[in-house]
């Protein structure tokens, strides 16, 4: 798996929009970005993936850069129930998910 | 539709007993996944199933832990003689079944053993 950063946490104010940042300078011309948050005392939830262009979904978009060594999660109007931990990873044959720590999103009214 | 579903959702259980958890995944993946979370620690792969065989049990821990599939659908994780380490939340997960499709995760079953 290509090797990912992300800031440790986050705060957002409720209605505004979150962007959390990930860099993944190794990734491999093949490999998915994909992202994951995990709610307190939840299994992981699938947000959303993307290999080269920026995609968008009902939960959140995704911003990847041109050289693709680093992408962007945007949830455009977070709530309160959009705080948790966020996984951002790019997995290798996709078996075996590793998620790193992720960054911790504190969404405040 | 329904998501992948995992029982109990909390087990107790004293230590050198045995338990089994149970995992039912989404209706037509054929991919099913164990993985373990310790408090405040990341995942761990413990096995995948493609259909009813396992061609991954390198993350299983030790021999006390065993895992089987029956009809391509339902999957048991069984720990034999608990130990107080054993403790964490135990997720499923399922996928359509080509090494690119996404896991989608079930809620957990949390493992106590005292």
């Known amino acids: 798996d290509a090797k990912t950063t992300q800031p440790t946490s986050m705060d957002c104010a409720e209605g505004r929009a979150a962007n959390l940042p990930c860099n993944h300078s190794?990734?491999?011309?093949?490999?998915?970005v994909y992202w994951y948050r995990q709610i307190h005392s939840q299994g992981p939830q699938y947000i959303i993936h993307?290999?080269?262009n920026n995609e968008t979904n009902e939960m959140a978009s995704l911003i990847i850069t041109e050289d693709r060594k680093s992408s962007t999660l945007i949830l455009p109007h977070a709530t309160l129930r959009d705080t948790a931990v966020y996984y951002c990873?790019?997995?290798?044959?996709?078996?075996?998910?590793?998620f790193g720590t992720g960054t911790r999103l504190l969404v405040s009214p | 539709g329904a998501g992948v579903s995992q029982s109990p959702s909390n087990k107790v259980t004293e230590k050198g007993k045995d338990v089994e958890l149970r995992c039912d995944p989404i209706?037509?993946?054929?991919?099913l996944y164990w993985y373990r979370q310790s408090l405040g620690q990341g995942l761990e792969f413990l096995i995948y199933f493609q259909g009813n065989s396992a061609p991954d049990k390198s993350g299983l821990p030790s021999d006390r832990f065993s895992a089987e599939r029956t009809g391509g659908s339902v999957s048991t994780l069984t720990i034999q003689r608990t130990q107080q380490e054993d403790s964490a939340v135990y997720l499923c997960?399922?996928?359509?079944?080509?090494?690119?499709?996404?896991?989608?995760f079930g809620p957990g079953t949390r493992l106590t053993v005292l």
């Open positions: 190794t990734i491999s011309g093949n490999e998915y």
């Open positions: 993307g290999l080269k």
């Open positions: 997960a399922s996928s359509l079944g080509q090494t690119t499709d996404t896991q989608y």
């Open positions: 990873i790019a997995p290798t044959g996709f078996q075996k998910l590793v």
């Open positions: 209706s037509g993946h054929t991919a």
